[in-house]
């Protein structure tokens, strides 16, 4: 693991976040969509707030399928869960929620649950992904894997 | 009535989002590394073959399914239960199909940090 690479992970996590918080911002704005005007969901991407919020999930989504690429999906899913945390402190700043303690246990589990997996290997070598190497793939990835597995 | 059609939903969503994602995962492995790419043939190639996975447009389609799910479960059910039920049982779900179709090595290390975080996203919601 490269600083990059947690540089993309916390990519994940935070435009996800903001670009959630974004959309539904501005779909308040632009009021609650029925079946009668289903054609007026063409025009909330008019709205400001909507269109950034839909851009940076597309940020969100381009910086998920780089670290699929390079981490397995048991790794990238709890490694990036502080998106769950993160909405909870934007609502406490920004609207003043109240968090109850049952929240603040959650958020102690995911935050556990993401140093356990972080503290681990990113890949893991698999049956499959030998097959792959055997046609051809660099296999300096392999050696990688192995020595990142070797760790604790 | 309205509790099984929000359950009927979770589970659709669970299914949906857990194929999405382990379809996805599939298509950028066999991709390869996105940053070795970029490096060494330029953004366009990335692109290219990305757009030549027909397993990935899978992923996105099995994506779309789980989010119009999400759209009919809202109507049912009540926020506060279908968003974290289906993301807590997507966390579980996600860490048994990755052990089971892409023979990801789902140690110890790793059992923990899903149940955690599926714990820690089901309470979040109380």
């Known amino acids: 693991m490269t600083f990059r690479k947690y ?10 976040t903001l670009g959630d918080s974004l959309l539904a911002r501005g779909m308040k704005e632009f009021g609650g969509v029925s079946l009668h005007n289903f054609s007026g969901l063409l025009f909330a991407i ?3 707030w909507v269109s950034v919020g839909i851009v940076l ?21 709890p490694a990036t869960s502080l998106s769950y945390v993160l909405v909870a402190v934007v609502a406490r700043i920004r609207f003043h929620e109240q968090i109850s303690p049952t929240r603040w246990l959650g958020i102690a589990l995911i935050a556990a ?3 356990f997996v972080a503290a681990g290997p990113s890949l893991t070598p698999s049956r499959r992904r030998h097959a792959h190497r055997e046609n051809g793939q660099p296999e ?6 192995l020595s990142q597995e070797a760790k604790p | 009535m309205n509790d099984l059609y929000a359950w009927v939903s979770i589970a659709l969503i669970t299914l949906a989002a857990t194929t999405g994602d382990v379809l996805l995962a599939y298509s950028m492995k066999r991709v390869g590394d996105v940053g070795e790419i ?14 030549t996975t027909p397993t990935f447009f899978l992923g996105v389609l099995a994506m779309a399914v789980a989010f119009y799910s999400l759209l009919f479960g809202l109507s049912w059910g ?20 990755a052990k ?15 149940l955690l975080v599926a714990a820690g996203v089901a309470l979040m919601a109380v």
């Open chain 2, 78 to 97: 009540n926020l506060s239960l279908v968003v974290p039920a289906s993301a807590s049982l997507t966390f579980v779900g996600n860490a048994l199909a």
């Open chain 2, 38 to 51: 970029w490096k060494t043939n330029g953004l366009f190639a990335v692109v290219a073959r990305i757009l």
């Open chain 1, 7 to 16: 540089l993309v992970l916390v990519g994940v996590t935070v435009f996800s």
């Open chain 1, 46 to 48: 008019l709205n400001p």
């Open chain 1, 113 to 115: 649950g993401v140093g």
């Open chain 1, 57 to 77: 999930l597309l940020a969100f989504f381009a910086c998920y399928m780089s670290a699929l690429s390079w981490a397995d999906l048991t790794y990238v899913l």
């Open chain 2, 100 to 114: 089971i179709f892409l023979h990801e090595r789902v140690g110890r290390r790793r059992w923990i940090a899903a």
């Open chain 1, 140 to 145: 300096h990835d392999r050696a990688e894997a």
